[in-house]
């Protein structure tokens, strides 16, 4: 069997070990084929707006747009696929979406929350194509501040369809210009324009205390039925400005609901769980951190260390982030009494912008709909509450989904290198055992012997003793 083979089984079956849907029932399927759009406002028609959709180079299932109007004040509409439109609550697509909670992606299989037919067709919102969407429609200060805001249905279309990689080259003066941006000038104005924007929207964030890490992430590339390549996926000023729009739309989505005294879904990251232990790795760098959480402080540390030490940023950025603990969702009252999301610095934090691939989203766009069209909420407080610990627990499940194919290539590809030494980073120290990631490649895998004194941030040397694709283990030794 070919390692995409192999690595697809793997999938599949983990899926169903976590609880997850590989495929979808057939009654979902039947009602797939006899779907028609519902209303429950009338729409503004924003069609003629230059929008543009920016992400990774394979996505295709669109969530959002974007377009900024210049002025006094300028604007940044962000448009999210109206989903709900199409999967109503309580159908059975619904019920599968609600099942999973997410969509799962693997290096060789996406496992997509809603069938492709809807999630990369009818759904997203693809170039040259009228859609349905929920427009967050804000205005940002020249300190990067949201001021005015409105949520409101509209009718929207795509021009342009960009992805990271070439944007941000082209932004950074790095490669040419993507085709969409060289043939319509205006296209390229609107993204030098939410380029502007954005980097003062994340201006406005850390000086708030949202904490700026290295998000490097590891991608199995397969060729040829062979895992080839572990690459990179670097962060990038394309990647930031679509972040810097969606912490704000969602930001926005989150008070509307509030200030129409409505209970909503909110993704909170809680006060650190191991502040003591950021505390004594900040110490071994050379800062200071207080006693008592602060994301200012902690976000001045980390930006004095990206400039200082930028080859260990990458390790310490794992370190700190493994040691704040997991985000979750919980539901919030209509009163908007909850925590927030200490990482981003925000206190009205929730999931809206991506309804295609996190049911929480879908849950937050019918929370919305009601609203505007002045209707009865679909979900009560209690009805939340269940929802957003179900989909914290399935989300979980898709996190080990994921991580379990990502090592199971990685093992593929690093079993021929068994009994060579490496350097690494403790990433996970606990009573369920010690992890470490490699430095070069970036590979995770379990200390299985000298693990005892060390903790999440300390540097060793490892041997690499054995691999097991199928498990997803690869396990080391200190040196």
């Known amino acids: 069997m070919d390692h995409g083979s192999r690595l697809q089984a793997i999938a599949r079956r983990a899926m169903v070990k976590y609880g997850l849907q590989p495929d979808w029932p057939a009654a979902a399927r039947v009602e797939l084929?006899?779907?028609?759009?519902?209303?429950?406002?009338?729409?503004?028609?924003?069609?003629?707006?230059p929008w543009s959709s920016i992400d990774n180079d394979e996505s295709r299932d669109l969530d959002q747009l974007e377009v900024c109007i210049d002025g006094p004040a300028p604007r940044v509409l962000v448009a999210v696929a109206d989903v709900d439109a199409l999967v109503p609550k309580g159908c059975a697509l619904d019920a599968h979406a609600e099942n999973n909670t997410t969509?799962?992606?693997?290096?060789?299989?996406?496992?997509p929350m809603l069938p492709p037919e809807l999630s990369t067709d009818r759904t997203s919102l693809n170039e040259d194509a009228d859609r349905s969407a929920i427009v967050v429609d804000m205005e940002v200060s020249d300190d990067g501040d949201v001021g005015r805001s409105d949520?409101?249905?509209?009718?929207?279309?795509?021009?342009?369809?960009?992805?990271?990689?070439?944007?941000?080259?082209?932004?950074?003066?790095?490669?040419?210009?993507?085709?969409?941006?060289?043939?319509?000038?205006?296209?390229?104005?609107?993204?030098?324009?939410?380029?502007a924007i954005a980097s003062r929207l994340r201006a406005s964030r850390q000086r708030e205390g949202a904490l700026d890490f290295d998000r490097t992430e590891l991608k199995p590339v397969i060729q040829e039925g062979e895992v080839s390549e572990l690459r990179t996926v670097e962060p990038n000023r394309a990647r930031d400005l679509i972040e810097s729009f969606?912490?704000?739309?969602?930001?926005?989505?989150?008070?509307?609901?509030?200030?129409?005294?409505?209970?909503?879904?909110?993704?909170?990251?809680?006060?650190?769980?191991?502040?003591?232990?950021?505390?004594?790795?900040?110490?071994?760098?050379?800062?200071?951190?207080?006693?008592?959480?602060?994301?200012?402080?902690l976000e001045k540390f980390l930006q004095a260390q990206r400039k200082t030490v930028p080859d260990q940023f990458s390790d310490l950025s794992l370190s700190v982030i493994k040691l704040l603990g997991r985000g979750e969702y919980v539901a919030e009252r209509a009163d908007g009494s909850g925590d927030g999301h200490f990482a981003l610095a925000v206190s009205n934090y929730t999931h809206s912008t991506a309804p295609n691939r996190r049911y929480p989203d879908l849950i937050t766009q019918r929370m919305v709909k009601s609203v505007v069209a002045r209707q009865r909420a679909p979900?009560?407080?209690?009805?939340?509450?269940?929802?957003?610990?179900?989909?914290?627990?399935?989300?979980?499940?898709?996190?080990?989904?994921?991580r379990l194919v990502r090592k199971a290539a990685a093992a593929l590809w690093i079993s021929n290198r068994i009994g060579q030494d490496f350097d690494a980073v403790v990433t996970g120290a606990s009573k369920k055992g010690t992890w470490v990631r490699l430095c070069r490649?970036?590979?995770?895998?379990?200390?299985?012997?000298?693990?005892?004194?060390?903790?999440v941030g300390d540097r060793v040397r490892v041997r690499l003793l054995s691999t097991d694709p199928d498990q997803g283990f690869i396990d080391f030794a200190r040196v």
């Open 379 to 402: 979900y009560g407080f209690e009805e939340l509450a269940a929802l957003a610990a179900h989909c914290t627990k399935q989300e979980d499940a898709a996190n080990k989904v994921e």
């Open 103 to 111: 969509s799962v992606y693997t290096p060789v299989q996406v496992f």
């Open 441 to 455: 490649p970036p590979v995770e895998g379990r200390l299985e012997r000298g693990w005892e004194g060390l903790d």
């Open 33 to 49: 084929a006899h779907l028609t759009e519902r209303t429950v406002a009338e729409p503004r028609d924003l069609r003629e707006l």
């Open 246 to 297: 969606m912490v704000a739309a969602n930001g926005v989505t989150a008070r509307f609901l509030t200030s129409r005294g409505c209970p909503s879904i909110r993704r909170v990251v809680r006060s650190p769980e191991r502040w003591d232990r950021i505390v004594d790795l900040a110490q071994r760098y050379g800062g200071t951190l207080p006693s008592e959480p602060d994301a200012h402080a």
């Open 151 to 195: 949520v409101y249905l509209a009718r929207v279309r795509n021009r342009a369809k960009l992805a990271y990689e070439a944007v941000a080259a082209w932004l950074d003066g790095k490669g040419s210009a993507p085709p969409p941006i060289e043939q319509d000038p205006e296209v390229a104005k609107q993204v030098r324009m939410q380029d």
